[in-house]
């Protein structure tokens, strides 16, 4: 009988009960997606920079924050579903049923839930790891080695893990209830905490989360003095900085717009001021958190899209011409056409035994182009694009660096191991050289990376032309295109997928949070109702109390990112290069999960107007 | 001036639409109140007293009839307009209708006010003088569980009548509180009637809060009974009276 009164209540909130278990079941199948990786030492040994076993320790590192992230919003999604029940439970208790009858329906409640929602989440989290995969290397070009999308050890992680927190969930939630008298399971509304507000400690705790988030953002720029230390002082101090800030300024902000009664008095604002001061010291720890997870997602994804601009600025650095030709026949000069060119010239050359000859008065008509590097410490600078003038072949020694770039570029052998041996000669005596005048082709395009599969096929089109001579393609820029393709895809990927786990299991835990406080929201918006509210005005004020809860840690996270992106400095050219694309998909992403929670929100707190006429 | 502020017309309320069960809660209601009048309405549980009050106070839509407040036609309004009806038009006192406890009791009365963009320096002295007409001028900075239950109610009735509504209805106001707050608030209600002619729809089946009104409407499975009258009696006999009927109305 109780259990079918427990079914039919399941039923009557099958919505909320569907947002429940789809939260679920998205941090199931983000927790099983990381694990795949985290777990999967092949993959990570083949894909990474940084070796095996440091990035062994990034993931192990990533994987207990994750475990820890998940631990949090399982309590959250929990007293969602606590708030949720207890009332319906506290009926069944009034009307007379026994305690350890309705402890073992929640228990029950819970676990098969909870169970349901892992099996079900591990399964989708294989299917979207698969998609993902696939989709980043179609659309980055990206090269993965040894990446399965399901992975047993994965699995079975994710699956122990869930059922051991959904365990003790179900004995937590179990006892709570049955500790808890009838009567405050039927009216559980929150009291207020009347703000204490002692202006004094407000500024010594902003003060000193300025002062923390600045020595933070400081050890994070300065990480090639401080090394390795910079990583646990920046977490410690920012960690603090941002609950510091946070609990100060959002305290005395909703203080002094409370305050200022022009502000306050108009429409329904003191009502959402109270609404976020009513709730501030919940809600300031779980907002620093959220900030600081916001930026590991973020500074996750910002990283990964980051190496991709480095993959083509490495690949571009490697040299200043896209193509060399040294043979050509139809089908070659058929794919040439093709290509985007900027330049073409072609230079010849005359060999006689193990020496080349080249012809002084072309290359000061067409000088070459050079990568110079400007050779500065520390920090990883990319060569920048030069072009010799035609003074620069003018009464030089042979040895030159305009000779020497121009021989390394122009070389067309079948042996490499020789050394350098060249001549560059003026017209006359070029003429005289007796031996017949070949080419070499060199070709600059607009967009390498458009043109790269073109570029590939010729280049593999003049080693089936002339196979003797193929070693001259081992170090062209379409070898060294792969070669970083193979290299940085691993950490792209791995960065992608971080961000957006992270990204994932932050937004759910912030709406989770959000809504299990919806439901004792109910009873206020139903008097605004009644009182004459218009349902538009309440819809916003929604809108707005939740944006800004959504809006205070995103921007706060988007700050430790700007300063948190100079710890890359020494593993990338330039960290902040294009990070307006990262953080475009990541706002979106994030802006839709606020949408989602307003909706949900305002499904459970709007008081539906009948029409029935 | 002898003015209708309410005028029901063979007001019919069914609940359940298309196949659902169907539940004629109002059959064919009829009645007035006049301006700065003090009218109950009384009826057993289930009889359709909070039913009639949703629909008054454009809560619900009502399936057939007319019902005009302050010589306006509520069943002829838009959702936004049902709203602003609501808030320009209508105070409550609800039984479980109380505070919002997130705002502070001075705040409370406010709302209404606010939300009719009332300029916010015009706010304050409202709040002042209402409060000091409903004796709650000491407890205005208290949130509403550092209230007691009848201080609760009155700032609910402050904050009812702070935008000088043309009706306060009241449903079970005096439900939760304890015979000496019941008492105090209903001579509250009494002398807000007397003093500054609000008039005031009040819902109870206590005989004893009935006792306070100036003419009484029963309500009986949907429709209304019968109508008691006080005339120039004093309470105490008039209370007498609705205790004799009740005896006699609920066979
Ligand atoms: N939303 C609804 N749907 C269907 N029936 C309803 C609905 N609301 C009320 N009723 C029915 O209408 C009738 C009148 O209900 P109403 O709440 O008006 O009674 P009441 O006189 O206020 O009773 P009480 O003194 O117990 O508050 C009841 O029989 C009730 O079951
Ligand atoms: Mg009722």
Not at chain 1, 243 to 248: D, L
Not at chain 2, 225 to 244: H, K, S, V, W
Request: glycine residues 6%; charged residues 15%.
């Amino acid at each position: 009988m109780l259990s079918k009164l427990a079914l039919s209540g399941i039923k009557s909130r099958l919505k909320d009960y569907l947002v429940l278990f789809s939260g679920l079941i998205v941090a199931a199948a983000t927790f099983y997606m990381f694990m795949a990786l985290a777990t999967n030492q092949d993959f990570l040994g083949k894909n990474s920079m940084i070796g095996a076993a440091n990035t062994s320790i990034v993931f192990i590192f990533g994987a207990i924050l994750l475990a820890i992230i998940t631990l949090v919003y399982l309590v959250y999604a929990n007293s969602f579903l606590l708030n949720m029940r207890q009332r319906d439970y506290g009926m069944f208790m009034m009307l007379g049923a026994k305690t350890s009858k309705i402890a073992q329906l929640i228990f029950m409640e819970t676990f098969v839930l909870g169970t349901v929602a892992t099996l079900v989440g591990s399964l989708i989290g294989t299917g979207l790891a698969q998609i993902v995969a696939q989709l980043l290397v179609q659309q980055l070009g990206l090269k993965l080695q040894h990446f399965n999308a399901f992975y047993l050890p994965a699995f079975l992680i994710t699956i122990a893990f869930f059922i051991v927190l959904f365990i003790l969930a179900a004995i937590w939630n179990s006892r709570k209830l049955i500790k808890a008298p009838v009567l405050k399971l039927l009216h559980s509304a929150d009291q207020p905490a009347r703000m204490a507000v002692k202006t004094g400690r407000l500024a010594v705790q902003a003060i000193l989360g300025v002062i923390l988030l600045a020595v933070g953002y400081w050890a994070m720029a300065a990480i090639k003095q401080l090394q390795l230390l910079a990583i646990p002082v920046a977490l410690v101090t920012i960690v603090l900085g941002s609950y510091f800030t946070f609990n100060a300024t959002f305290i005395w902000i909703i203080q002094f717009l409370k305050k200022n009664k022009n502000f306050a008095l108009k429409g329904l604002r003191n009502f959402t001021l109270s609404q976020l001061s009513f709730r501030i010291h919940d809600y300031t720890r779980m907002l620093a958190m959220i900030s600081i997870l916001f930026a590991l997602a973020l500074g996750a994804i910002t990283v990964g899209l980051g190496f991709r601009n480095d993959m083509s600025a490495v690949t571009s650095a490697s040299t200043p011409y896209d193509l060399k030709l040294y043979t050509t026949n139809q089908a070659i000069d058929q794919q040439v056409a093709k290509l985007n060119t900027t330049s073409k010239t072609a230079y010849s050359f005359k060999k006689v035994g193990k020496k080349y000859y080249y012809n002084i008065a072309e290359f000061e008509k067409t000088p070459m182009y050079y990568m110079h590097y400007s050779g500065s410490t520390g920090e990883i600078t990319l060569p920048t694009l030069q072009r010799y003038q035609a003074k620069d072949y003018q009464n030089v020694k042979q040895d030159s660096p305009a000779f020497d770039s121009a021989y390394r570029e122009l070389r067309v052998d079948d042996n490499y191991e020789d050394l350098p041996n060249y001549a560059f000669v003026d017209q006359t005596k070029f003429d005289q050289v007796t031996a017949p005048t070949k080419q070499v082709v060199l070709i600059r395009v607009k967009d390498f990376g458009k043109d790269r599969q073109r570029i590939g096929k010729i280049e593999s089109l003049q080693a089936q032309a002339l196979p003797a001579y193929k070693e001259i393609l081992s170090n062209s820029k379409y070898a060294s295109a792969m070669m970083a393709t193979a290299l940085y895809s691993g950490m792209i990927f791995m960065g992608f997928f971080l961000g957006i786990s992270f990204l994932a299991m932050l937004a759910s835990c912030l709406m989770f949070k959000i809504l299990s406080g919806a439901y004792s929201d109910v009873r206020r918006y139903d008097m605004l109702n009644k009182m004459g509210t218009r349902s538009q005005v309440l819809r916003r004020s929604v809108a707005k109390e939740i944006g800004i809860l959504y809006a205070l840690p995103g921007a706060l996270g988007v700050i430790h990112v700007l300063f948190g992106l100079q710890l890359f400095k020494i593993l990338m050219v330039n960290p902040y290069h294009g990070i307006w694309l990262p953080f475009l998909i990541f706002i979106v992403l994030y802006g839709l999960y606020y949408w989602i929670t307003v909706l949900l929100y305002r499904g459970i707190v709007i008081p539906k107007v009948e029409i029935d006429k | 001036m002898t003015e209708n502020v309410v005028a029901v017309q063979h007001l019919v309320k069914t609940y359940g639409k298309g196949n659902e069960k169907k539940f004629t809660a109002l059959k064919d209601v009829n009645f007035t109140v006049q301006n700065g009048e003090f009218v109950g309405i009384m009826g057993a549980s289930g009889s359709g007293k909070t039913t009639l009050l949703n629909i008054l106070s454009t809560l619900d839509k009502p399936t057939s009839g007319n019902v005009l407040i302050n010589n306006q036609d509520i069943t002829q309004l838009k959702n936004n307009q049902m709203a602003d009806f609501r808030g320009r038009e209508i105070g409550f006192i609800f039984q479980d209708f109380n505070l919002l406890e997130n705002l502070t009791a001075a705040e409370n009365i406010a709302l209404p006010l606010s939300l009719q963009n009332v300029a916010p320096k015009e706010i304050q002295p409202k709040v002042a003088a209402i409060a000091k007409r409903l004796s709650i001028e000491n407890v205005l900075d208290h949130y509403p569980t550092e209230l007691s239950g009848g201080q609760k109610q009155r700032v609910a009735a402050a904050r009812a009548l702070v935008h000088q509504p043309a009706i306060l209805f009241g449903d079970e106001p005096t439900g939760a509180l304890d015979s000496n707050s019941a008492r105090e608030l209903l001579e509250t209600m009494d002398s807000l009637n007397r003093e500054d002619q609000v008039s005031i729809l009040l819902v109870t089946h206590d005989p004893f809060s009935a006792s306070y009104c100036q003419r009484i409407l029963f309500i009986k499975d949907g429709e209304i009974g019968q109508e008691l009258r006080r005339g120039d009696r004093n309470r105490a006999d008039f209370y007498q009276e609705i205790l004799d009927n009740l005896g006699t109305f609920a066979e």
